[in-house]
């Protein structure tokens, strides 16, 4: 046998060896616990969703989902941290629209490409305006009134280089309005701040406000939707005041660029089958968040769809920055 026949030979031999063992790995995945990597500190809603739905995963999949918050730099050290990983599903990143918010400000140059979408598993259509119960207006057209005659003085709570920031260029441009924006942190520091009268507005998910809307301590003055949320059917939105604007979240999962595609789509099923469970979707009635499935293909889509509608704010968030 000649050695270029022998080389031909090891090459074929090898490379059937690679296809069985990754096929061998992706039958048995996921050999060990999974790292979940939640992008923001503990307490918030990604760290409630993430637990929620990581815990049906378990159930699933038959290993461990660690979760393991990693907060800091916009949520981008946490995305850093599964981007490097290696890319055998061992590391997952949990995390929702403001993954992309960074790099539209250009703190960063991570974006949703450089990760393997492995799907999205929930909606939350539950962003609301919260204010005081001693707060001067007590609508939307209350609010816009009063915030055009005090310019720059109405705080309002966000987290730099977030979401909420993003919420507050919307509401400046859609109002005409100059708004006191003030880094407080994340979504247990921003309803702190409000429960103490620090700040004058804040964006919630409303099942993390739920008790304070309860006790009268908070009071919504929309829901940034165009249409009513069937979970809080008595809570308007900024539609039916005047004000179409539009932000919910989606929170999804995505692993390291060249995570084999049999993986990814062993988790993606999982996903699926936690979305159809009755008794995940009972739980999740109770924070206020609606289980929704989509494929890897459709959640790339999803998201930079989402991407282009908040483009329109990235001279906006450089500004800010």
Same mark, same amino acid.
Do not use: C
């Given at each position: 046998?000649?050695?270029?026949?022998?080389? $031909?030979?090891?090459?074929? *031999?090898? $490379?059937?060896?690679?296809?069985?063992?990754?096929?061998?790995?992706?039958?048995?995945?996921?050999?060990?616990?999974?790292?979940?990597?939640?992008?923001? *500190?503990?307490?918030?809603?990604?760290?409630?969703?993430?637990?929620?739905?990581?815990?049906?995963?378990?159930?699933?999949?038959?290993?461990?989902?660690?979760?393991?918050?990693?907060?800091?730099?916009?949520?981008?050290?946490?995305?850093?941290?599964?981007?490097?990983?290696?890319?055998?599903?061992?590391?997952?990143?949990?995390?929702?629209?403001?993954?992309?918010?960074?790099?539209?400000?250009?703190?960063?140059?991570?974006?949703?490409?450089?990760?393997?979408?492995?799907?999205?598993?929930?909606?939350?259509?539950?962003?609301?305006?919260?204010?005081?119960?001693?707060?001067?207006?007590?609508?939307?057209?209350?609010?816009?009134?009063?915030? !055009?005659?005090?310019?720059?003085?109405?705080?309002?709570?966000?987290?730099?280089?977030?979401?909420?920031?993003?919420?507050?260029? $919307?509401?400046?441009?859609?109002?005409?309005? !100059?708004?006191?924006?003030?880094?407080?942190?994340?979504?247990?520091?921003?309803?702190?701040?409000? !429960?103490?009268?620090?700040?004058?507005?804040?964006?919630?998910?409303?099942?993390?406000?739920?008790?304070?809307?309860?006790?009268?301590?908070?009071?919504?003055? *929309?829901?940034?939707?165009?249409?009513?949320?069937?979970?809080?059917?008595?809570?308007?939105?900024?539609?039916?005041?005047?004000?179409?604007?539009?932000?919910? !979240?989606?929170?999804?999962?995505?692993?390291?660029?060249?995570?084999?595609?049999?993986?990814?789509?062993?988790?993606?099923?999982?996903?699926?089958?936690?979305?159809?469970?009755?008794?995940?979707?009972?739980?999740?009635?109770?924070?206020?968040?609606?289980?929704?499935?989509?494929?890897?293909?459709?959640?790339?889509?999803?998201?930079?769809?989402?991407?282009?509608?908040?483009?329109?704010?990235?001279?906006?968030?450089?500004?800010?920055?």
């Amino acid at each position: 046998m000649s050695l270029k026949t022998f080389a $031909a030979k090891l090459v074929i *031999g090898l $490379a059937g060896s690679f296809a069985l063992s990754s096929a061998t790995y992706a039958e048995g995945y996921p050999p060990k616990p999974v790292q979940v990597i939640v992008p923001v *500190g503990a307490g918030g809603d990604t760290d409630l969703n993430a637990r929620l739905f990581s815990r049906y995963m378990e159930k699933e999949l038959g290993q461990s989902f660690v979760i393991v918050n990693v907060k800091g730099a916009g949520g981008t050290i946490g995305m850093k941290r599964v981007r490097d990983a290696d890319p055998d599903g061992q590391t997952v990143l949990f995390y929702h629209n403001e993954s992309m918010i960074p790099e539209l400000m250009g703190m960063s140059d991570i974006t949703l490409s450089d990760f393997e979408m492995a799907g999205i598993g929930v909606l939350d259509n539950t962003t609301v305006l919260a204010v005081s119960n001693d707060a001067p207006y007590k609508s939307l057209a209350d609010f816009s009134t009063y915030a !055009k005659a005090h310019p720059g003085e109405v705080e309002f709570a966000i987290l730099t280089g977030g979401y909420p920031h993003l919420v507050g260029l $919307a509401l400046e441009e859609a109002m005409g309005i !100059k708004l006191n924006m003030v880094d407080v942190g994340g979504n247990s520091a921003k309803m702190v701040a409000l !429960k103490g009268k620090k700040t004058d507005m804040i964006n919630i998910q409303y099942g993390l406000a739920r008790d304070y809307f309860a006790s009268g301590d908070f009071v919504s003055l *929309g829901l940034l939707s165009p249409e009513r949320n069937p979970l809080i059917p008595d809570v308007v939105t900024t539609a039916e005041e005047g004000y179409p604007l539009a932000f919910n !979240k989606f929170f999804f999962y995505a692993m390291p660029e060249g995570t084999p595609e049999e993986t990814v789509e062993i988790f993606s099923a999982a996903m699926k089958r936690v979305v159809e469970n009755p008794d995940y979707q009972a739980e999740a009635e109770k924070i206020f968040v609606t289980p929704t499935w989509m494929s890897p293909a459709d959640s790339a889509a999803y998201a930079a769809g989402q991407r282009e509608i908040y483009a329109k704010y990235a001279d906006l968030l450089k500004q800010g920055n």
